[in-house]
């Protein structure tokens, strides 16, 4: 088969880390690639380097055959050569279409044009399947359709290779499904993808082969046929990673998290949390499981006081709330692990050191009688980058310097280190490695045995059944059930998601 691209000794330097050193690889005609690698390892930085947005320090890239410098991502794109990134790029409040024809430089009225995008947005739209209108606007969409705009984006710019940076990590498992089928359509069709994942089974159900890296290195590659997962952790990890948990049952009775009568409504006056009550004891870990959108940001947002309660109240120990802000849920002790990383967990700007204590800044230990405490935030900092093993530099590292999956560990470091009362935990590993996914999830039982209650809402079944005492099942803002981990039935969990109510309520 034709090979369509290939990279040859490639490095990319930053000034104090060394992101890519030497690799080598290529992609044929119809292939799928999978680019493996603990968070850090220099995935991201490599696909930058062949979409156009970084420079290689050194090495060659070949596109069908001729060398190429890529000096921006329209010379990657005039080649064929699409990327959807680790996180959307989608101007929000634009539709979308105008997403798709932005910065394309066009030559006719805009008016005109657009209509004529609009079109062609449709028509590709309707060859694959997605089923968008090129006229709603992207803030109204779901992530996994958001995510199909990113892709309809490359294929409108007639893209052939196109390059997937941890695509399935935002979506449900149906939307996954989804999104594999296309994947499958394009390589039938002659085109070639090169994905990052963390997921080993999506490596074995859609790669040709895997390239494995290692601290900026070529760990090894190797066909899908001749591995398993098991091989493939191990070549990332350098042991076997066994995701085998050990839940203690709860021996407590107190309860730590009451929420009554709780109701949430949206922006548009829509209910999304429904009259919902529930209670997490001391040392126990409440999972609650759902097709994303049922009420679980809400739910997760209404307890941390960054969305408005419209009736009901949530009562902390003794105390009662029936209005919350972010700064009493610190000083109640309650720790949060926001879903969107980039929007509410961190400040991109600031150093790994001044996020890893943020919300603490103005209290003990972090500042005395409103002085800060410089020289604790740069041991605090250094003591979190070492025990959660955040790949960085030092402390001083801006955190936008940071690796996906590293800016996540962040969050974790600080909201688990602090002792919380109360964690609520939304997808705590989503673009975390398998290593630090097992570690994250070592961290939650570890927490709740220490008499913390947890809160873990999260769409991937597999990750609440792991560690949950007890089990939710949430649809359109209530809870179809609660059942007991040792009693589930995950049939029975699969028709509660849909919205069956489950008998085996034990709430
Ligand atoms: N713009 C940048 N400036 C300086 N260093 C950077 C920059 N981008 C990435 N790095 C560093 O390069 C290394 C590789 O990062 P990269 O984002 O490629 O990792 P990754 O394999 O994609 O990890 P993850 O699985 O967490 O997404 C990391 O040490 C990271 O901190
Ligand atoms: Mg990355």
Known sequence: METVLKVENLSKIFPKVVANDNVSFDLKKGEIVAILGENGAGK???????????????????????????????????LGIGMVHQHFMLVEDLTVAENIILGRKT?????????????????????YNFGLNPKSKIKDLSVGTRQ??????????????????????????????????????????????????????????????????????????????????RQLANMMVGRDVLMDFDIKPVVHDNLILQVKNLTVKNNHGLEKIKNLSFEIKQGEILGVAGVDGNGQAELAEALTGLMKIDKGEIVIGEKVFTHLKPKMIYEQGMSHIPQDRHERGLVLDMTVNENLAL???????????????????????????????????????????LSGGNQQKVIVAREIDRKPNIIIAVQPTRGLDIGATEFVRNKLLEEKERGAAVLLISTELEEILMVSNRIAVIHEGEFMGVIDNKNVDILELGLMMTGMRGDKDEK
């Open 107 to 127: 030559g006719i009225t805009p008016y005109l044009d657009l209509k004529k995008v609009e079109k062609a947005v449709k028509e590709l739209s309707d060859r």
């Open 359 to 401: 919300e603490g800044i103005s209290h003990v230990p972090f500042s005395y009688n409103g002085i800060i405490d410089f020289k604790y935030i740069k041991s605090h900092g250094k003591a979190m980058i070492k025990d959660y093993n955040i790949k960085c530099y030092d402390g001083s590292c801006p955190t936008k310097e």
């Open 44 to 78: 991201s930085t490599l696909m930058n380097c062949l979409y156009g947005i970084y420079h290689p320090t050194k090495g060659d890239i070949y596109i069908k055959g001729e060398k190429v410098k890529l000096t921006k991502i329209e010379d990657a794109e005039a």
């Open 148 to 229: 199909r705009v990113e892709i309809l984006k490359m294929l409108y710019r007639n893209a052939d290779i196109l390059i997937l940076d941890e695509a399935t990590a935002v979506l449900t498992p149906q939307e996954t499904v989804e999104l594999f089928k296309t994947l499958k359509h394009f390589v039938d069709e002659g085109k070639s993808i090169l994905m990052i994942t963390h997921k080993l089974e999506e490596v074995m159900e859609l790669a040709d082969r895997v390239v494995v890296l290692i601290d900026g290195k070529m760990a090894g590659s190797v066909n899908r046929v001749d591995t398993n997962p």
